[in-house]
Structure formats: C-alpha cells, structure tokens
C-alpha cells in the first residue's frame, strides 16, 4: 500500500501535527506504521482498502487530551476521522470516508460513570460496548436492563450516533439517549440539555434542557466530537416472554405486516419486531451449501426443502411482551388472537423449541443480553463481505410486499439469494437486505457494490430512503434526499462551515463536506 | 475523609492485582464467537471451512502462540483485527498461550 495524503495537507504539516499530538498522548498511543494502520480496515467491506485507509491513529484516554489534540489538528488542517470501538463492520468500520485522514480512535476512553437504578439510566464513554456495560451491571447486582444492537462488540454511544436500534421496548437507541458532552473542531467543550446548567441532577432525565436541541446534529455527522452520553435502561420487567410465530406462506407477509402494525401502535408488542424471510432465518442454524451449492439463487426446491428440514417460516415473527405473568398473559393472547388468523401460522415459545438457535439468540436480545450470533448471516456464503440494504417504509403490507419483490428480483437478478427481514418499529420499518460477497473476489465485490447502487435507486424512485450506510455509498444516499434543491444538505453544510470552518472533523461523513473539499475541489 | 492506612490498603490491593489470565481474556473477548456450540459465528465458519474436528478453538492442539497472536492482532479473511487499543499485546499473549496450551 502507498502512502496517502489528504488533499491540501503537507507531509511537513502531518508529521508537525503528529509529533505534537504524541506529547499529549504519549508516542505508544500515536500510531502510523504500515502495520499499525493495516489494523485500521473494515474487513467486510464492498470497496478496496486503499479508498479508505488512514494514514495515522490517534488514541487519547480523557477529555483533556481529545480537547488538546482537536487543536493541534485545527492548527495544522489535519483532517480527523472518529470512531468509538471501529466495530460498525460492513459500514467502513474503523476506516476513515477520507483517504489520508488521521483516526482519533476513542476506545481507550471506555469508562462507565454512572449506573444509576433509581432512574434507570447509564452515562458512559465512546469505548464501552454492550458487552462492557452488560457485565458492569450483571457483577453489580443492579435490576436493569440494557438494549444491545445485535453485535454485542458495538460501542453503546457508536451504535446510537449511528441511529442503530435493538430489540428491546428501549430499542429505539437514539430515542432512549439523553445528554451528551461534545467536543467541537475548535476544543471548546459542550454539555446538551440539562448538562448545560451547572450542578443539575437532571442531565440523563430531561432530553429536552432549554433551548434548541442540538444533540441530533452529532448523530451520523461530522459536526462534533461525543466524549460521554447518557442512555436510558430499562427496570428489569417481572417477566419476558420472547415469542416466534412462523408463516408458511411468502404471501403471508402482506396481511403479517398489516396485523402487527396496530400491536406496535398500541404497543401491545412493546419491542423492535422482526419478519425474518426463510434465507435470513436459516442462516442462524445452518450455511447455504447445506441445502444448495450450485450458482445463482437457490431454487424454490431447495429453499422449502430447508424450510420444512428446519422447521422454520417462510417468514418468521419476532416478538415479545413484558411485565408479570398476569399482564403478559392478556398480551400474548391479543398478540394470538391477531396473528393466528393467518393460516398456517403456529406460535412458540422458547419452551416449545428449545434447540432452535435462531430463536434463543433473538430472545436474548429482547432481553437486552449481549451475543453476536446474528452474524451467522455472514457465513451464509461464507465470503466475509457484505452489504446492508436498509430503507425505510411505512409499516404496511403494501409497501413490504413492494419492498420484498422489487429487493428479490434485483438480488435474484445478480445472481444473489434474497436475504432480508424486515424491523418494525413504533411508526416506521427499516428493511434490512443482506447483499454477501467473498471480500479476496475483486468481481464479486465490485457486483455487489454495483447491485446496491442500482438498490439505491430504485428505492428512492419509490420514495423509500436509506437510513445508514458504508463509506462508499454516503455521498450517493445523501444526494437522494435533494427535496427542495438539496435544502437539507445546504443546511447540514451551513452548519458545517459555521461550527467546524477548517473542516477537520470527519469529512466527507454521510455526504456533509467541509466547503475546502465540497464538489470539485475533491 | 478516608484513614491513611485505608487508602494505603486500596493501593496496595490495586498495584498486586493479576493480570487477567488467558482463559478470561478469551471469556470476555472471544468465546461469543468462538466458544463451542450453536451460537457463535466464529466456531460456525470453522466448521464450514475447516472441518468440525478443527472448530472449536479450545479442543484445539494444532494453534502455535505465534499463529494466534498473529490472527487476534491482524485478522484473517472474515475475522477481524484486534487493535492495541482494544486489546493489549499482554492480553494477546495470555490467549495465545491459553489457546496454543504452552
């Protein structure tokens, strides 16, 4: 690999920045050999290494030294690229948007400043991952409960920025967020909401504080820098009943999604809900070569032959309710009285399926209990590299259905099995499409890169938008949200230049670029 | 405001504490993956592509502390690298002794 220098910055100016930032943090914790940086990868990525690689790592352990080396790079225009734990794998993971940007990689600072029961909530910093704060609370005795994003690995404060979700009543990670402190381009240090009145007891209370709420600016952005987050944790329930309810039918999904819609809204199903199709549902017992091994999609022959051999759905419904046996009893009888109408369907409790893997790794999750068991869905081909399709529809059959043939065909179309399911949340449905290649295979990647383009498009012809993506596709999904003459993005890059004007932090991330490197000028 | 004998007690008891062994580093950092049964992802993509007899990181003899070391700290195909700031050369050394059982 070459070395790669961003635009505009002197190799003199880099080394400046470097050998002073390694006063701060001391020369063990500044990174930049060939060897060091190769650990700054994303392993499952569509793109070559090389379009995204840093060219130097910074890793302070507090505050004072984020502050201090955010100036250093402000004085020399050293472009910085942020990351928590660098687990978000698939979406550039530790890897910067930005060749030749210098990494400010925040793991080291992984403390848990509080647990507090009384209030049910946590405040931590960008290193703790699920697993972290789990066990912290397990060892503690405390009656809380976490909500974990599917790989345990993920840094609660990373995933949140991320706008990720769990499985949880608390599922929602950005909504159950509450406070932040911020470190700006310039090293001024900011605490949101209540945070922001000295010696208040309500920062990790009330989102709100006085005044705008800015903390949405410092979600998938590049407007700051979170060095500590408040997050919301659920009382442990009385009782949890995790459920499954499988379908037989690929048509089934229209009236599944039409029914479940009103128990979200009512919240007769509290938690993030999943419809797994038959492909993502058998990744979690098995690989595709147990049923097919031949190229292209695998024929219907074969997918209800591992459907029936499995014992799974052809789609699979994920839910769960919470509380005493007396409450969660009316519940699950609504939630059968609803679903059950469908023919076919059957509903079972871990009880009644003991040894189905793929349902004891989700209730774990909906009890907020940290594994990475979802990744078996990267071993269904057993490449390594994949890509998420995730855009976001009303919860109505109509659109699922829409989603799901317009998604296969393309899939199908590139020689790809369908792998998806669908999230239900309060109002909104993420469709999360898998799209897998072996990440040696440079023709395989590049097709994958290219079915998710042409995905994008075809999405956001039918009014579907994406919500989260790799580095190689921000600048793409952040053109389709052009309404009013990208009047969104305009605002995004105002705020930019007035809060960040030499344009080092994280540029380039979810499309917003500072004005140096806007257009043309990359 | 605490006894000087008290405050002495803590440091001492901070300065003497072990070092994690190999066994809980892989406990806390790698058996999600990689411990033996359905589950884990790591132990999984073993099987598949490495036989179920050479599966299971723990029932393994064939690891050398040099391989292990290598593949925690750089990655190899769908696993990924672990880096110094996520886990210490220390730390690497105790679960490649673990698992090579030197």
Sequence with gaps: MHDVLPPALTQTQLDTALQQMRVVVGKDWVFSSEEDLSRYRDPWSPADDREFKARAAVAPDRIEHVQQILRIANAHRVPLWTISTGRNLAYGGPAPRLAGSVILDLKRMNRILEVNEKFGYALVEPGVTYSDLYRHIKERGYKLWIDCAAPAWGSVIGNTLDHGVGYTPYGDHFGMSCGMEVALADGDLVRTGMGALPGSSSWQLFKWGFGPYVDGLFTQSNMGVVTKMGIWLMPEPAGCVPFLITFQKEEDLHLITELVRPLKLSMVIPNGAVTTYATWEAAAHCTRAKYYRGQGPMPDSALRRMVEDLGIGMWNFYGAVYGPPAITRIQLQVVKDTLLQIPGSRFYTEDDRPADSALRYRAQLMRGIPNMAEFAIVNWYGGGGHINFSPISPPTGEDAVKQFHMIRARMHEYGQDYLGEFAIGWRDMHHLACIAFTRDNEAERRKAAELFGVMVRDAAAAGYGEYRTHLAFMDQIANTFDWNNRSLWRLHERIKDAVDPNGILSPGKMGIWPKSLRGDAR | ?102
């Design chain 2, 1 to 102: 405001m605490r006894p000087p004998t008290l405050l002495i007690a803590i440091c001492w008891v901070n300065a003497f504490a072990a070092e994690p062994t190999g066994a809980e580093v892989f406990e806390q950092f790698c058996s999600a993956c990689h411990a033996s049964g359905p589950h884990h992802p790591g132990t999984q993509l073993l099987a598949a592509t490495r036989g179920n007899s050479r599966s299971v990181l723990t029932d393994r003899t064939d690891l050398t502390a040099e391989f292990v070391r290598s593949v925690v700290r750089n990655g190899l195909r769908t696993m990924p690298p672990f880096r110094p700031t996520e886990l210490s050369n220390a730390q690497i050394d105790a679960v490649a002794k673990y698992l090579s059982k030197q």
